[in-house]
Nanobody, 122 residues
Framework: QVQLVESGGGLVQAGGSLRLSCAAS????????MGWFRQAPGKEREFVST????????YYADSVKGRFTISRDNAKNTVYLEMSGLKPEDTAVYYC???????????????WGQGTQVTVSA
């Protein structure tokens, strides 16, 4: 069992930056790939980024490539999402997730956090 708690969301102006954190409980953090997804009102949950257990494999959605950076600190059981150049269309609830491999669809992940709201004003 893995429990995930996101933090770091908030309100930011377009062009600004935020860093999201996702802290995992338990001793199995290093056994899981970690992903970030987001869901805007009225839209389906969409893939943002994923990082493998070792951190050696990373994928990004085309919409965030070059603006967002995912990383993990296995010593702290935490995964991060550094977001810069934020746009109003990045507004969504951001979720972190843990799973057996670095997939790009929600069904690839087993454990989910409760989400953190990111709002980007124009």
């Amino acid at each position: 069992q893995v429990q995930l708690v996101e933090s770091g969301g908030g309100l930011v102006q377009a062009g600004g930056s935020l860093r999201l954190s996702c802290a995992a409980s338990g001793r199995t953090f290093t056994l899981h790939a970690m992903g970030w997804f987001r869901q805007a009102p009225g839209k389906e949950r969409e893939f943002v980024s994923t990082i493998s257990r070792s951190g050696g494999t990373i994928y990004y959605a085309d919409s965030v490539k070059g603006r967002f950076t995912i990383s993990r600190d296995n010593a702290k059981n935490t995964v991060y999402l550094e977001m810069s150049g934020l746009k109003p269309e990045d507004t969504a609830v951001y979720y972190c997730a843990a799973g057996p491999y670095s997939g790009t669809v929600a069904t690839d992940y087993v454990y989910w956090g409760q989400g953190t709201q990111v709002t980007v004003s124009a």
